[in-house]
């Protein structure tokens, strides 16, 4: 009788601890956790800029362009743009003279890129005309205004223009 009885608590005991949890079978995932952990700054982007100027009409031609940074919180940045590939060679860090060149590379089209839309504060690589500012965390955006003159005696054929600026987060 005392077997009956112990076989009865455990089988008791058995059914307490499944009740509820009646289950025909059981299946293993992995839960990935992926964390990007921000430090410092990056540049996210810089838009291209890209557009028609008809040498002829001697009209300007002007418009926007952003460069996006990442940072981390509390993070003091610098963002300077180089003279490009095609500078003039009166071009300096301090007074950018920017020309994008025809293919061939005997023609050349002046550009200017600003911090400002009234076009008086220049960006290059001196200290004087980066873009500065400290990162409140997560993403900002810096608006450039860019602008190719009406004067163009550096053209000398049509076709597309081109040039390349470098663009540097120092943090």
Not at 100 to 114: D, P, W
Not at 115 to 143: L, M, R, T
Request: hydrophobic share 35%; aromatic share 10%; with cysteine.
């Amino acid at each position: 009788m005392r077997g009956k009885s112990l076989y009865a608590v455990a089988t008791a005991a058995v059914l307490a601890c499944t009740a509820g949890h009646a289950m025909a079978g059981s299946s293993v995932s992995n839960l990935s956790v992926m964390v990007d952990v921000v430090t410092g700054c990056s540049i996210e982007y810089s838009n291209s800029i890209f557009t028609s100027f008809d040498h002829g009409a001697g009209i300007e031609v002007a418009g926007t362009a952003q460069t996006q940074l990442r940072c981390a919180s509390g993070t003091a940045y610098a963002i300077s743009y180089d003279q490009g590939e095609n500078p003039d060679a009166s071009s300096s860090c301090l007074s950018p003279q920017r020309r994008a060149a025809e293919f061939s590379g005997v023609s050349y089209l002046n550009y200017e890129i600003y911090q400002d839309a009234g076009y008086s504060q220049a960006v290059g690589c001196d200290p004087s005309n980066e873009i500065n500012g400290v990162s409140a965390g997560g993403y900002s955006s810096h608006d450039l205004y860019w602008r190719i003159p009406a004067d163009q005696p550096g053209v000398t054929q049509g076709g597309y223009h081109s040039d390349n600026v470098i663009v540097t987060v120092t943090f």
